[in-house]
């Protein structure tokens, strides 16, 4: 299996939930500015779309988007911890928060990234509206995790939301229960793995969708 991805993007989730399965992967990075991969590669003759993840399958088949890609990952290699299995509702309510965090807080990140986006937009219009969405969280987030104290896929993904706040001067302090969530997540070892395997720091790095 070969992981597509760009730094401290969205895809750091899935190389994330790779870790949390135990799974041997390949990994090359991609300029998403420039389409190229680091070996060179037309980014866009493998997927064009332009965005990361991407993965290649040991069968030579290459998926993309992210929660689709986290769930065959999870189903694939039976890993049920993260994904309950057909039958188990609870499958239901991971597929819910993974929904959830990838239509609307990644797509409401997409905005305050975006340099064309008047800031007076931004900050009148996009950040409140993102803020609105995170106080949803918060209020939700009730046990350890997402869903009560076991760790699944929409976890992985909201990590990477959070990593982003710094860069819309979003302060994750607003919400108590979000704050202390996203400082249990950074001991995680499997957590602490990717970001060491991407060269990234929280605090320090810049890190983009």
């Known amino acids: 299996?070969?992981?597509?991805y760009a730094t401290?993007?969205?895809s750091l989730a899935v190389r994330i939930i790779i870790n949390e399965i135990g799974l041997h992967s390949e990994y090359e990075n991609v300029n998403l500015k420039t389409k190229k991969t680091s070996t060179g590669q037309d980014y866009l003759q493998?997927?064009?779309?332009?965005?990361?993840?991407?993965i290649v399958t040991d069968n030579n088949e290459i998926l993309t988007e992210n929660s689709v890609i986290q769930q065959y990952l999870a189903d694939?290699?039976?890993a049920t911890q993260l994904l309950p299995a057909?039958?188990?509702?609870k499958r239901y309510r991971?597929?819910?928060?993974?929904n959830y965090?990838?239509?609307e807080l990644h797509k409401g990140c997409g905005p305050l990234f975006h340099p064309g986006v008047p800031q007076e937009l931004k900050n009148d219009i996009f950040k409140p509206a993102l803020k609105n969405k995170l106080?949803?969280?918060?209020?939700?987030?009730?046990?350890?995790?997402?869903l009560d104290d076991d760790f699944t896929l929409p976890d992985a993904y909201l990590f990477v939301i959070l990593t982003w706040l710094p860069l819309f001067k979003i302060d994750i302090h607003e919400w108590p229960h979000l704050s202390r969530y996203f400082s249990d997540l950074l001991q995680k070892p499997t957590i602490k793995k990717a970001l060491h395997e991407e060269g990234l720091n929280y605090e320090t790095d810049k890190q983009r969708v």
């Not at 057909?86 to 509702?89: E, K, N, Y």
């Not at 991971?94 to 993974?98: C, H, N, Q």
């Not at 106080?135 to 997402?146: A, G, Q």
């Open 1 to 4: 299996m070969k992981l597509y």
């Open 8 to 10: 401290g993007t969205c």
């Open 46 to 54: 493998i997927n064009p779309k332009g965005s990361v993840p991407v």
């Open 76 to 78: 694939k290699h039976h």
């Open 86 to 89: 057909l039958g188990d509702f």
């Open 94 to 98: 991971v597929l819910e928060w993974l």
């Open 101 to 103: 965090i990838s239509t």
């Open 135 to 146: 106080s949803y969280v918060d209020k939700n987030l009730r046990h350890k995790f997402l």
